[in-house]
C-alpha cells in the first residue's frame, strides 16, 4: 500500500473523484469519456483542479443547474480505460477486487472528504450510486482502513486511533489550497 506521494500522479488516480460523488460518461463509439463532478463546497475547486492537472488531465469549473460547481474534464482518449473499469453500461460501478491506495484515496478525500464532529474523517459516498457503497467498504476495509456507514447521509466513516493515523498516512500533507480544518488529521501522540 502506498502512500499518495510515493510515486507521480496518475489518471488512474481520478478514480478517488468517482469513490465520491464523481461520474464518467463515454462518447460516441466509446472512444472517448469525460469525468465531472459536483463538489460539495465551491472553496474545493482549486484544489480539485490543481491535483487533476498533476495527473495530466484538465477540468473546467461550470455551474450547474442547481447553482452548486462542478468540474469536468473535456472527452477525452486517456479516459476510456477508467471508463471501462468503472462502467457496466450506464452504470457507475467499483471494479472487482479494486485496490484503494493513497493517490486515490487523496482524490477523494479533496472532493468530498470532511472531518465530523467525534474526531473521525467522514468520505462522502454518491448517492446516486448506491451500488457502490458495500464495494467501497470493501476496498477501504482492504486499505487498512475499516469504515462504518455514517448514518447522517451516504459516507463513509473512519474512526479510531490507528485507522485515522492509517489515513493521514495514506493521503499525506495537506495540498496547497486545501482548507486545513477539512484535512484528515491524527489527534493523539501515539497510535494504538
Known sequence: MFSAE????????????LCGPGQITRFGAGDQARLSIVLPDPARV???ATACAATGIA?????????GVALRTAFRCDLVGLASAWMRGSVKCVPEGWQLDG??????????????ERGGYLLGLDPHAPETHLPLIAAATRAGLPPARDGRGPALRISGTRRVARLVELVGPVPPGTATA???RYWGRTAS
Do not use: N, Y
Open 6 to 17: 510515493a510515486r507521480p500522479p496518475q489518471v488512474s488516480d481520478l478514480a478517488g473523484l
Open 46 to 48: 482549486p484544489a480539485v
Open 59 to 67: 477540468v473546467t469549473a461550470v455551474r450547474t443547474d442547481s447553482g
Open 103 to 116: 493517490p486515490a484515496l487523496r482524490m477523494w478525500a479533496l472532493a468530498a472528504g470532511r472531518p465530523d
Open 182 to 184: 477539512e484535512w484528515p
